[in-house]
């Protein structure tokens, strides 16, 4: 069975760093894009970075570039996504999903929390 | 950049009922659309992709049609558990966007 497990998130005051991770079982990660998507409270869906099978090319939403960073270890089947200069508007629901363009796998998320 | 518009923001549908979604790209996509559905407090569910293409374990009553800048995510009889919000999301090049949500509830 296919699993994303993140963790990571929790309260961070403006201007704070936290790092999430994605663990990923039941396939080879090392064979798929993984992406981070976000969902801030009573709000949509927004797409946040993505990484291809060997960490070689990244995409990032405009708004995060240069404070976040999307990283893998594919001995270890995880994903990661340093997160540095956190402000309100990054307050959200993270999710690691699966496959670069369209995300067939969601994991349940981790909530981050941006507040002084 | 591509944006995505998703109407109506809510749509009432007795069950039984059919329930039509649309998705309005602001330029040409071609079929390079995904729709997903999700509950509160769960992730999103991938439901069409290719813009008529169902994920696996979806079912035929959930269908997708369109393609350039129109779209349409069809459920000819909604059932209980289909209720929910359901996202339109573009891709093929970067940023990836998503569209605002249509809500699905019980009339």
């Known amino acids: ?3 994303l497990v993140e963790s990571g998130g929790g309260l961070v005051q403006p201007g704070g760093s936290l790092r999430l991770s994605c663990t990923a079982s039941g396939f080879t990660s090392s064979g798929h894009w993984m992406t981070w998507v ?4 009573g709000k949509g869906l927004e797409w946040v970075a993505n990484i291809n099978q060997i960490g070689g090319e ?3 939403v405009d708004s995060v570039k240069g404070r976040f960073t999307i990283s893998r270890d594919n001995a270890k089947n995880s994903v990661f996504l340093q997160m540095n200069n956190l402000g309100v508007e990054d307050t959200a629901v993270y999710y690691c999903c699966r496959n670069g363009y369209t995300f067939d796998y969601w994991g349940q998320g ?3 929390t941006v507040s002084s | 950049e591509k944006v995505m518009t998703q109407s109506p923001a809510t749509l009432s549908v007795s ?5 039509t979604l649309s998705c309005r790209a602001s330029q040409s996509i071609s079929n390079n659309l995904a729709w997903y559905q999700q509950k509160p407090g769960q992730a999103p569910r991938l439901l ?3 813009a008529s293409t169902r994920a696996p374990g979806v079912p035929a009553r959930f269908s997708g049609s ?3 800048t129109e779209f349409t995510l069809t459920i000819s009889s909604l059932q209980s558990e ?3 919000v359901y996202y339109c999301q573009r891709y093929g090049s970067w940023p990836l966007t998503f569209g605002g949500g249509t809500k699905v509830e019980i009339k």
Do not use: C, M, N
């Open chain 1, 58 to 60: 990244t995409h990032y």
């Open chain 1, 1 to 3: 069975e296919v699993q």
């Open chain 2, 66 to 68: 369109g393609s350039g």
């Open chain 2, 82 to 84: 289909d209720f929910g």
């Open chain 2, 48 to 50: 069409i992709y290719g």
């Open chain 1, 110 to 112: 981790t909530l981050v």
């Open chain 1, 38 to 41: 976000r969902q801030a409270p």
């Open chain 2, 15 to 19: 069950p039984g009922e059919r329930a």
